[in-house]
């Protein structure tokens, strides 16, 4: 039972998950590139998606080995 004065419609707003991955989107990196590759990519729509995207496909690619020294 909702609690008085609650949003009794509450599972009707919260939270989805916007983009189709096996794991929440909590951890952030940074890297530094060069301005125009930056204005570039910002440009595109949704250029944060289009970047995990291009991460996951070169780890699947080109995974790490076990003797590289990932932290």
Do not use: H, S
Not at 3 to 23: A, I, M, S, T, V
Request: glycine fraction near 4%; proline fraction near 11%; charged fraction near 35%.
């Amino acid at each position: 039972m909702p609690r008085p004065g609650g949003n009794p419609e509450l599972e009707k707003y919260q939270f989805e998950q916007k983009y189709d991955w096996d794991q929440p989107c909590t951890e952030l990196i940074a890297i530094r590139v060069p301005e125009n590759i930056k204005k570039q990519l910002k440009a595109l729509p949704k250029w944060q998606e289009r970047v995990r995207r291009a991460i996951a496909a070169e780890l699947e690619k080109n995974p790490p080995d076990e003797g590289d020294n990932i932290n």
